[in-house]
């Protein structure tokens, strides 16, 4: 498998990352990138240091569970997001109790939550489980994927492109460990190739040699006034 192409690729800005362990292409891919996902040379102090601080893993609390909310996806129904919710809520105790607080990833589909534990830096679809094949054979826009993020961290460019190389995920939720939800989700005009083309377009414009957090909320944007998401980061 390959990243991005048939597997889920790294993380390259936040601390999460879906990982399939799959052979030597890993050092390849770090290397190959090595430098190219930091925070600019001219990012201030300030920057820098909530950049620290969201690399740093919380402890999920009772209290961080009790206030995920209930969050209108537009692409979803009343009764899906109300089940969205309750399972933000379930993933965040079964990573305090079970996981330590590290990352952990569910696959909702019809109705039937499948789990995925990782640790505080990746999630593992490994060639062969279940969750693999759930994620790369089921039908497009079949699953919601939810997943926290330990040190607090936005979408990534490897969340970014989790959800649009697969087809079969409609919305990719991040709860974080303090009980804040994040979401991308298709839109019925949603076109894969625009939006492999959109960040394309953007990286070529902008001579990308280092990408941060400003360069995907670009994106993001970008995505959404081509109508091809609708998105909430904040």
């Not at 820098?48 to 129904?77: E, W």
């Not at 305090?96 to 589909?109: G, Q, R, T």
């Not at 999630?123 to 279940?130: I, Q, T, Y």
Request: glycine fraction near 4%; proline fraction near 4%.
């Amino acid at each position: 498998m390959i990243p991005g192409v048939n597997a889920p690729p790294m993380h390259p800005w936040c601390r999460s990352t879906t990982v399939p362990h799959v052979g030597s292409w890993r050092d390849k891919f770090f290397k190959e990138r090595e430098g190219k996902y930091q925070v600019e040379d001219d990012t201030t102090k300030d920057e820098l240091q909530q950049a620290k601080v969201l690399g740093k893993k919380i402890y999920i609390t009772d209290q961080a569970i009790d206030k995920v909310r209930y969050v209108d996806i537009p692409t979803h129904t009343k009764e899906e997001n109300q089940f969205i919710q309750e399972q933000h809520k379930a993933l965040l105790k079964d990573a305090k109790e079970n996981n330590d607080s590290n990352e952990v990833a569910y696959l909702l589909k019809d109705g039937k939550v499948t789990k995925v534990y990782g640790d505080q830096d990746s999630v593992s679809f490994a060639p062969g489980e279940k969750e693999t094949e759930l994620l790369f054979n089921s039908k497009p826009n079949s699953i919601v994927m939810l997943h926290n993020h330990p040190g607090q961290s936005s979408f990534s460019l490897t969340d970014l492109y989790l959800f649009i190389f697969n087809n079969s995920i409609k919305t990719l939720t991040i709860v974080t460990n303090k009980g804040q939800t994040k979401y991308l989700t298709k839109t019925k005009e949603y076109c894969k190739s625009t939006c492999i083309d959109c960040i394309k377009k953007y990286n070529k414009n902008n001579n990308i040699k280092k990408f941060n957090h400003k360069d995907i909320d670009m994106i993001l944007k970008r995505l959404y006034n081509s109508g091809n998401i609708i998105y909430k980061v904040r």
